[in-house]
């Protein structure tokens, strides 16, 4: 028997939805970005509870890796292809042969990301718009590409949205990464009442820190990462950062439940909700935290200005992927 969709009619179906993905087992997931970090460990985590997957990442070799890694240990791949989801046609070929060889996805998970930090007058152009690309527009792709088949198909599923606690809160120098996460979660807050009445639930993913390779590769416009003040504080994001397979847990048990908001530690939580309980003690606690950020670069810049120093640019690419 298919789900029974809400009829949306009566004062109980506008309280009450059925779980769209009460378990994993025996259904198709899509998982973007899933070479490494939370996606990685998402999909190592699903194909445990007996999902069966569609892998896709930029990274061909990490890729392969993943996979057989899930395969070696009796997971079920169905098909996996390597891919940047910020290019349009490129997902739009991959949902045509994804849905001809393995049929319409149960759940779609877009965690791929990327990110750069800086102030407004160090970021530059492409940094603003790589993010946007990969950060938003290729969610937008994919949930162009695959949420459609899922509706036409009428027996629900899951839509899972990754963002961040830069989605909830302005961090400083996160500008042009939050204009992404920002953007993502709008996007699940519409999606999440549009797709209701097709039985589709909709998670809003937001991880604080998390120990995952962009920890050490992100770009920081204008910032000298080997000064050995920047290195603490970047270490100390290390000591509070929960593990790629915790991050991955508390997903999947979002997953299960239906839950909108998951968060993959507390500090995101209780930030948000401080936030927007306590407005005007959240704005003097941001303007702190800026202040810190603008201390930590004029001591970059005096580092870099100092006899003697090494000038050493950024040389990392925007587009060091979760």
């Not at 985590?45 to 057989?68: K, N, S, Y």
């Not at 970059?300 to 060091?320: F, Q, W």
Request: neutral net charge; glycine residues 10%.
């Amino acid at each position: 028997m298919g789900l029974q969709l809400p009829s949306l009619k009566t004062i109980r179906d506008l309280f009450y939805m059925p779980t769209p993905v009460p378990s994993f087992a025996g259904r198709k997931v899509l998982i973007t970005g899933a070479a490494s970090g939370i996606g990685a460990a998402t999909a190592r985590a699903v194909a445990g509870r007996g999902g069966e997957l569609v892998l896709t990442d930029v990274q061909t070799g990490a890729l392969d890796q993943v996979v057989a890694e899930i395969s070696g240990s009796g997971g079920k791949v169905l098909y996996h292809r390597a891919g940047d989801v910020s290019d349009y046609e490129w997902v739009a070929a991959f949902a045509r042969d994804v849905h001809a060889e393995v049929g319409v996805m149960d759940v779609v998970m877009n965690v791929a990301g990327i990110s750069a930090w800086g102030t407004v007058e160090k970021l530059e152009h492409q940094q603003w718009r790589r993010m946007v690309d990969v950060n938003l527009m290729g969610p937008i792709h994919i949930i162009e590409c695959f949420v459609p088949e899922m509706v036409r198909r009428g027996k629900g599923g899951q839509l899972v949205n990754v963002s961040s606690a830069a989605g909830l809160l302005a961090l400083p120098w996160h500008a042009a990464y939050s204009a992404s996460k920002f953007g993502i979660r709008g996007v699940s807050e519409v999606l999440r009442f549009d797709l209701r009445r097709h039985g589709i639930g909709v998670s809003l993913v937001c991880p604080g820190a998390v120990a995952t390779p962009l920890v050490d590769s992100v770009e920081i416009a204008g910032l000298d990462r080997s000064n050995p003040v920047i290195a603490k504080q970047v270490g100390g994001f290390h000591r509070i950062a929960v593990t790629p397979e915790q991050a991955a847990e508390s997903l999947c048990k979002g997953v299960v439940r239906n839950k909108f908001m998951v968060y993959t530690s507390f500090d995101t939580r209780f930030g948000y909700w401080w936030a927007r309980k306590f407005a005007l003690p959240y704005e003097i606690v941001m303007r702190i935290a800026n202040n810190r950020f603008d201390h930590l670069a004029r001591i970059s810049e005096v580092g870099a200005t100092t006899p003697g120093a090494t000038d050493t640019p950024s040389s990392e690419p925007a587009g060091n992927r979760d």
